[in-house]
């Protein structure tokens, strides 16, 4: 079999060039795609500045007496102790107490189990300092 094709044939059926729109349509996707990222990105950024909470430095430690079977909490203080100006602590979630916001005060007796010390700050809000199981 054999196949001829005429010079005014080729022309006719060459009005229109595929690799352009391909092209084309690369780059649009491209764009749209590099839109779409920068917009999660600034979404990411921007709601989580709002959300930025300034950071307070004070501990308070604690330590289990064998002996007794309960535990110590000593305020250690920290870069920011001469802003507190309370200290509570509570185990599991039961009546508060209360620890001096004197830097080196420690409470002893304090039953073991789920302990929350929380700092009062001085025009600020109250924070938790240490949260932990004893």
């Not at 749209?32 to 709002?50: E, N, Y």
Request: aromatic share 6%; net charge negative; charged share 10%.
């Amino acid at each position: 079999m054999h196949l001829t094709v005429h010079p005014t044939d080729t022309m006719m059926k060459m009005t229109h060039n595929e690799d352009a729109d391909s092209l084309v349509i690369g780059v649009i996707l491209m764009v749209a795609v590099t839109v779409i990222l920068a917009a999660v990105i600034a979404a990411f950024v921007f709601g989580m500045a709002g959300s930025i909470e300034k950071q307070y430095v004070v501990d308070v430690g604690g330590q289990v007496d064998t002996a007794s079977n309960t535990v110590l909490l000593t305020y250690y203080g920290g870069q920011d102790a001469n802003r507190v100006t309370g200290l509570n602590y509570s185990v599991d979630g039961g009546i508060p107490g209360s620890i001096s916001p004197v830097v080196g005060t420690s409470v002893s007796g304090i039953p073991r189990g789920h302990i929350v010390v929380t700092a009062s700050i001085k025009d600020g809000p109250t924070v938790v300092i240490l949260n932990s199981n004893y």
